[in-house]
T-cell receptor, first 114, second 111 residues
Framework: GAGVSQSPRYKVAKRGQDVALRCDPI?????LFWYQQALGQGPEFLTY????????KSGLPSDRFFAERPEGSVSTLKIQRTQQEDSAVYLC????????????FGQGTRLTVV | RKEVEQDPGPFNVPEGATVAFNCTYS??????FFWYRQDCRKEPKLLMSVYSSGNEDGRFTAQLNRASQYISLLIRDSKLSDSATYLCVVTRGNQGGKLIFGQGTELSVKP
């Protein structure tokens, strides 16, 4: 399909394990965002890329969280030494560059840390 | 205090009812405004943008008051299919369209 694709859809990790979440944005979309959504809450901003440049990572909760988009297309969010409080849905969104343009979301990766 | 705040939910209404959601934002530099809809266990999807002059899309009307930093969404003649969580969203200038979400208001329309 032509939408934003995320994988895996579900991930169960043991506490202390490293995980990598993948996002394939819509082709041609310059902007890519990662959000974290806890149950019953709105999505919380994690980080933003414009092409391959990470312009804002102010929302990353700790240095265990790392994101990259090396070729300006696919992005990976990596969480090292996962903890139970990392359990959430991780949403990726992409958009054409500019204010007021619609952001399209992937279906998310539901991470459960046990 | 969160940057975008919404009415607490859930709202439980009968089919055909009119329901209004309110939202306030604290940053006066906010530039663009949206309502997103999120169905249970699904991703958020754009419902409508919100313009200063107010705008309507079928049964949905959105209003923006920049002076009061207040956004509203009115749904007329509610349908069962309107049941979802409604997210108020703002963006700030010079941040590439970064979306800042409220916590969402859950709507349940009953027969």
């Amino acid at each position: 399909g032509a939408g934003v694709s995320q994988s895996p859809r579900y991930k169960v990790a043991k506490r202390g394990q490293d995980v990598a979440l993948r996002c394939d944005p819509i082709s041609g979309h310059v902007s890519l965002f990662w959000y974290q959504q806890a149950l019953g809450q709105g999505p919380e901003f994690l980080t933003y890329f414009q092409n391959e440049a990470q312009l804002d990572k102010s929302g990353l909760p700790s240095d265990r969280f790392f994101a990259e988009r090396p070729e300006g297309s696919v992005s990976t969010l990596k969480i090292q030494r996962t903890q139970q409080e990392d359990s959430a849905v991780y949403l990726c969104a992409s958009s054409l560059l500019g204010q007021g343009t619609e952001a399209f979301f992937g279906q998310g990766t539901r991470l459960t840390v046990v | 205090r969160k940057e975008v705040e919404q009415d607490p939910g859930p709202f439980n209404v009968p089919e055909g009812a009119t329901v209004a959601f309110n939202c306030t934002y604290s940053n006066s530099a906010s530039q663009s405004f949206f309502w997103y809809r999120q169905d249970c266990r699904k991703e958020p999807k754009l419902l409508m943008s919100v313009y200063s002059s107010g705008n309507e899309d079928g049964r949905f009307t959105a209003q923006l008051n920049r002076a009061s930093q207040y956004i509203s969404l009115l749904i007329r003649d509610s349908k069962l299919s309107d049941s979802a969580t409604y997210l108020c969203v703002v963006t700030r200038g010079n941040q590439g369209g970064k979306l800042i979400f409220g916590q969402g208001t859950e709507l349940s329309v009953k027969p």
